[in-house]
């Protein structure tokens, strides 16, 4: 017992040891919830979820402890939260208690599956057993989070083998429904069934670490944390950044003017008279803090330094990074704007693309968390967990800015998820001729970490692209890498337009003299690209 007059000592020593076993009571609940999750996405997961395929399934049944990341939320003062996903549109289900999401591939570039359970308070083993939840003990109930769109189809099912039927009876008819619509997807159409059709996969997973509030929060900060678990992976290091002040995102919001950005791009000083250059657009959206790690600036930088070895200038690479578009300071930083500015990305794109003779090669380096139909994530201005319209580019969108492009050649290198409705459309198309497409998998297929732009990094200025893919087949993986080359023989050329093979050899400097950077037209091919525009079509 305490003394009288020791009593503020002792009340503190009491207050510290009561923490102490508070935080202790708390990390053995949070492990006993991640044990539990990872054993539901081991055990009963594909049981549940109909729609993930065999061998999602098998993977993640064997997926090692070690390689699984966990994500935590849990209230404050009693207060529930809320949980939205930047593809769903709304909050993802009610308010609950707690949330625990377990990504079990986060070396893996989102959107990737990953796996959102609900943990409720003050809920019985029957409640929880009728709510179709795992019930954890001490009143804890624990159940999967599903889209909407997604939940009442899952809960119809009682048995597996109903569910696989029924599937498959849904895939038939919308088999059915995309034969019938193959003659308008091959004309280019956009109508809802090619849309149908391009979503077919992945419908119903989670492919992005959620935003999770408070539900009265007005200012929505993430609780969502990652959190250090004996046996688990290591927490992702996101990197440390700042998403755009008020006035900003407000600006490009409502409109674009010239108050509204602290540097403005002036695309058309990038073209110059009598004078054709080589052109890169650097892109990396990020969407969130969370989403966005060191190595996002790593891809992002190295590839800018592959670009100026083989020639490009500085003035003519564009960098579209994150939501205030900070990177190191350095060379690198002279042409960064904030991914943030869709209108400012698109305008720059298109006008590199009317404008006569100002193209060389067009490179596009794409490395953004992307949705399962291809369309990719920018970043969250108004803060509200979810993709609007200005907040994503869509891959419809990116053809329209390439379409009938004026660059002597156009290389798309696609370093993230989900490039197969990008390649579906550029093989359908007759409107991009010049357009090469070289990405990291095919169809609904993920990118893992950076292997493939560390592997573009390294093209020297004497490889011709086709060549430097077939020496160094065993390293790129080739069996997944997707290439599309609209006009065969694009790819027979260095990243510059110079030629792969010639007899004698071109010294360097005739590279650099007569490829490289930018050269100057002679006056009458410059008039005669002027004549051609002015032409009638």
């Not at 529930?80 to 609950?96: F, I, M, R, W, Y």
């Given at each position: 017992?305490?003394?009288?007059?020791?009593?503020?000592?002792?009340?503190?020593?009491?207050?510290?040891?009561?923490?102490?076993?508070?935080?202790?009571?708390?990390?053995?609940?949070?492990?006993?919830?991640?044990?539990?999750?990872?054993?539901?996405?081991?055990?009963?997961?594909?049981?549940?979820?109909?729609?993930?395929?065999?061998?999602?399934?098998?993977?993640?049944?064997?997926?090692?402890?070690?390689?699984?990341?966990?994500?935590?939320?849990?209230?404050?003062?009693?207060?529930?939260?809320?949980?939205?996903?930047?593809?769903?549109?709304?909050?993802?289900?009610?308010?609950?208690?707690?949330?625990?999401?377990?990504?079990?591939?986060?070396?893996?570039?989102?959107?990737?599956?990953?796996?959102?359970?609900?943990?409720?308070?003050?809920?019985?083993?029957?409640?929880?057993?009728?709510?179709?939840?795992?019930?954890?003990?001490?009143?804890?109930?624990?159940?999967?989070?599903?889209?909407?769109?997604?939940?009442?189809?899952?809960?119809?099912?009682?048995?597996?083998?109903?569910?696989?039927?029924?599937?498959?009876?849904?895939?038939?008819?919308?088999?059915?429904?995309?034969?019938?619509?193959?003659?308008?997807?091959?004309?280019?159409?956009?109508?809802?069934?090619?849309?149908?059709?391009?979503?077919?996969?992945?419908?119903?997973?989670?492919?992005?670490?959620?935003?999770?509030?408070?539900?009265?929060?007005?200012?929505?900060?993430?609780?969502?944390?990652c959190v250090e678990q004996k046996g688990f992976a290591?927490?992702?290091?996101?990197?440390?950044?700042?998403?755009?002040?008020?006035?900003?995102?407000?600006?490009?919001?409502?409109?674009?003017?010239?108050?509204?950005?602290?540097?403005?791009?002036?695309?058309?000083?990038?073209?110059?008279?009598?004078?054709?250059?080589?052109?890169?657009?650097?892109?990396?959206?990020?969407?969130?803090?969370?989403?966005?790690?060191?190595?996002?600036?790593?891809?992002?930088?190295?590839?800018?330094?592959?670009?100026?070895?083989?020639?490009?200038?500085?003035?003519?690479?564009?960098?579209?990074?994150?939501?205030?578009?900070?990177?190191?300071?350095?060379?690198?930083?002279?042409?960064?704007?904030?991914?943030?500015?869709?209108?400012?990305?698109?305008?720059?794109?298109?006008?590199?693309?009317?404008?006569?003779?100002?193209?060389?090669?067009?490179?596009?380096?794409?490395?953004?968390?992307?949705?399962?139909?291809?369309?990719?994530?920018?970043?969250?201005?108004?803060?509200?967990?979810?993709?609007?319209?200005?907040?994503?580019?869509?891959?419809?969108?990116?053809?329209?800015?390439?379409?009938?492009?004026?660059?002597?050649?156009?290389?798309?290198?696609?370093d993230q998820s989900y490039s197969g409705t990008l390649?579906?459309?550029?093989?359908?198309?007759?409107?991009?001729?010049?357009?090469?497409?070289?990405?990291?998998?095919?169809?609904?297929?993920?990118?893992?970490?950076?292997?493939?732009?560390?592997?573009?990094?390294?093209?020297?200025?004497?490889?011709?692209?086709?060549?430097?893919?077939?020496?160094?087949?065993?390293?790129?993986?080739?069996?997944?890498?997707?290439?599309?080359?609209?006009?065969?023989?694009?790819?027979?050329?260095?990243?510059?337009?110079?030629?792969?093979?010639?007899?004698?050899?071109?010294?360097?400097?005739?590279?650099?003299?007569?490829?490289?950077?930018?050269?100057?037209?002679?006056?009458?091919?410059?008039?005669?690209?002027?004549?051609?525009?002015?032409?009638?079509?």
């Amino acid at each position: 017992m305490c003394r009288h007059w020791e009593w503020l000592f002792c009340a503190a020593v009491l207050a510290e040891v009561r923490a102490g076993e508070g935080s202790q009571f708390k990390a053995a609940r949070l492990h006993r919830w991640s044990t539990a999750g990872l054993g539901y996405l081991r055990g009963s997961l594909c049981r549940r979820a109909s729609f993930l395929s065999e061998a999602e399934c098998r993977r993640l049944a064997e997926v090692p402890q070690t390689e699984v990341a966990v994500y935590a939320a849990e209230p404050r003062a009693g207060e529930k939260l809320l949980t939205v996903l930047p593809d769903s549109g709304l909050s993802l289900g009610t308010a609950h208690d707690a949330v625990l999401t377990l990504d079990p591939s986060p070396e893996l570039s989102f959107g990737h599956p990953l796996t959102v359970f609900f943990v409720d308070f003050s809920v019985n083993e029957r409640r929880c057993g009728a709510r179709d939840g795992l019930y954890l003990g001490n009143h804890e109930c624990m159940t999967l989070a599903l889209k909407s769109r997604c939940e009442n189809l899952l809960k119809r099912r009682s048995g597996r083998a109903e569910r696989q039927n029924t599937t498959e009876r849904a895939r038939r008819r919308l088999r059915g429904r995309v034969a019938g619509s193959r003659r308008k997807r091959e004309a280019g159409s956009s109508g809802p069934r090619s849309r149908r059709e391009e979503r077919l996969e992945g419908l119903c997973e989670i492919h992005f670490v959620p935003l999770v509030v408070g539900q009265k929060d007005e200012n929505k900060e993430q609780r969502l944390r990652c959190v250090e678990q004996k046996g688990f992976a290591p927490c992702p290091r996101p990197l440390v950044i700042s998403s755009p002040n008020p006035a900003t995102a407000d600006c490009e919001l409502n409109k674009n003017t010239r108050r509204c950005h602290r540097q403005q791009l002036r695309s058309q000083k990038s073209c110059r008279m009598y004078q054709t250059c080589d052109h890169g657009v650097l892109f990396s959206g990020g969407w969130k803090e969370h989403l966005t790690y060191q190595r996002h600036v790593d891809n992002v930088i190295h590839f800018y330094r592959m670009l100026r070895r083989n020639g490009f200038r500085s003035e003519n690479i564009k960098t579209f990074f994150a939501g205030d578009g900070q990177l190191p300071v350095g060379e690198e930083t002279e042409g960064i704007y904030p991914a943030t500015e869709k209108v400012m990305i698109r305008s720059h794109i298109a006008y590199i693309c009317r404008a006569v003779s100002c193209a060389d090669s067009l490179v596009l380096y794409l490395n953004s968390p992307t949705r399962n139909d291809g369309t990719m994530l920018l970043w969250d201005v108004n803060n509200n967990g979810i993709a609007d319209q200005k907040e994503r580019y869509t891959v419809g969108e990116l053809l329209t800015d390439l379409e009938g492009c004026k660059a002597h050649r156009v290389f798309m290198f696609i370093d993230q998820s989900y490039s197969g409705t990008l390649m579906k459309k550029l093989l359908a198309s007759t409107k991009h001729p010049n357009v090469v497409l070289i990405s990291n998998s095919r169809a609904s297929e993920f990118t893992w970490a950076s292997s493939f732009t560390e592997f573009w990094t390294e093209l020297q200025p004497d490889q011709c692209l086709s060549d430097y893919i077939v020496k160094n087949v065993a390293r790129t993986a080739s069996s997944t890498l997707g290439i599309v080359e609209a006009t065969p023989g694009l790819m027979n050329s260095t990243i510059y337009g110079g030629p792969c093979y010639n007899n004698p050899p071109l010294t360097p400097e005739e590279v650099k003299r007569e490829y490289m950077g930018c050269q100057n037209l002679p006056t009458a091919v410059w008039y005669q690209t002027i004549q051609r525009k002015d032409l009638p079509h």
